[in-house]
C-alpha cells in the first residue's frame, strides 16, 4: 500500500493564480480530511469528507474549495491564492466507523508559498 | 470536544521512559483521548487512544486517570527518533473532527 500520497510537495504560486493540491489513498478509508500548518503552530481543519459525495467544512474553509467523486481522491482547490495561504497542506484518511476517524493516516505534506 | 492543556516542552534522556502529561478536565463520558506525534516537517502520526482503562501497544502505553481529567503518555524506552511534537486531543466517539492544539515538544538527548 502506498498509503496517503499527495502531490506536488512544492508549490509556489503568485497571488492570485488558482491550483489544486492532490490527494489519494489506498486504502479504501471513508473519511478523508485537509490540514493546513503555519510555522511553528498546530494543525487546523480545513475540509473533510465522510465519503464519496460528502464534504463538509472545519475551522478554516474560506479560500478552498474540495469536492469528493470517488473514495480514493479528495482534492483542494485554492481558488485566488493569497499570501496568508502560505502554508503547509496535509491530507489524512481513516476509516469512518465507530472510534476510527481518531486514527488518521497523514500523507507526507505540500509546501505552498504564495507570493 | 474537551479542550487539552500540555506543557509546552520537555527534554528526556535516550534510554529513559519518557512521560507526556495531558489535562483534559472538561473531558465527559464519550470522548476517548487520542495522542500522536509529529516529527518535524512529516505529517503527524497516530500513536495511541483509550477511552478510561490504560493501553498499551508497540509504541507507547496510555494511563488515565480513573476521574478521567488527566492522562499520561509514555514511551517506555526514549531514543533520538522519538524527538518530535506530541498531540493530546480528545474526540467524541461520533466526533469527525480532530482539533490539534500546541502539543508539546519533546527533545530527548543522548
Known amino acids: 500500500n502506498a498509503g496517503v500520497t499527495q502531490t506536488p510537495k512544492f508549490q509556489v504560486l503568485k497571488t492570485g493564480q488558482s491550483m489544486t493540491l492532490q490527494c489519494a489513498q489506498d486504502?479504501?478509508?471513508?473519511?478523508m480530511s485537509w490540514y493546513r500548518q503555519d510555522p511553528g503552530m498546530g494543525l487546523r481543519l480545513i475540509h473533510y469528507?465522510?465519503?464519496?459525495?460528502?464534504?463538509d467544512q472545519g475551522e478554516v474553509p474560506n479560500g478552498y474549495n474540495v469536492s469528493r467523486s470517488t473514495t480514493e481522491d479528495f482534492p483542494l482547490r485554492l481558488l485566488s491564492a493569497a499570501p496568508s495561504q502560505t502554508s503547509v497542506y496535509f491530507c489524512?484518511?481513516?476509516?469512518?466507523?465507530?472510534?476510527?476517524?481518531?486514527?488518521?493516516?497523514f500523507g507526507p505534506g505540500t509546501r505552498l508559498t504564495v507570493t | 470536544d474537551a479542550k487539552t492543556t500540555q506543557p509546552t516542552s520537555m527534554d528526556c534522556a535516550e534510554g529513559r521512559a519518557a512521560n507526556l502529561p495531558c489535562n483534559h478536565s472538561?473531558?465527559?463520558?464519550?470522548?476517548?483521548v487520542y495522542w500522536y506525534r509529529q516529527i518535524h516537517s512529516q505529517g503527524p502520526q497516530y500513536i495511541i487512544h483509550?477511552?478510561?482503562n490504560n493501553e498499551t501497544n508497540e509504541m507507547a502505553s496510555l494511563i488515565i486517570t480513573e476521574d478521567r481529567k488527566s492522562s499520561t503518555l509514555i514511551l517506555p524506552h526514549a531514543t533520538l527518533r522519538d524527538t518530535a511534537v506530541y498531540y493530546c486531543?480528545?474526540?467524541?466517539?461520533?466526533?469527525?473532527?480532530?482539533?490539534f492544539g500546541g502539543g508539546t515538544r519533546v527533545l530527548v538527548k543522548p
Open positions: 489524512a484518511s481513516s476509516y469512518a466507523t465507530g472510534t476510527t476517524v481518531g486514527e488518521q493516516y
Open positions: 486504502m479504501n478509508h471513508e473519511y
Open positions: 469528507s465522510v465519503g464519496a459525495g460528502i464534504t
Open positions: 472538561t473531558i465527559s463520558g464519550n470522548e476517548y
Open positions: 483509550g477511552l478510561k
Open positions: 486531543i480528545v474526540l467524541k466517539a461520533a466526533g469527525n473532527k480532530l482539533t
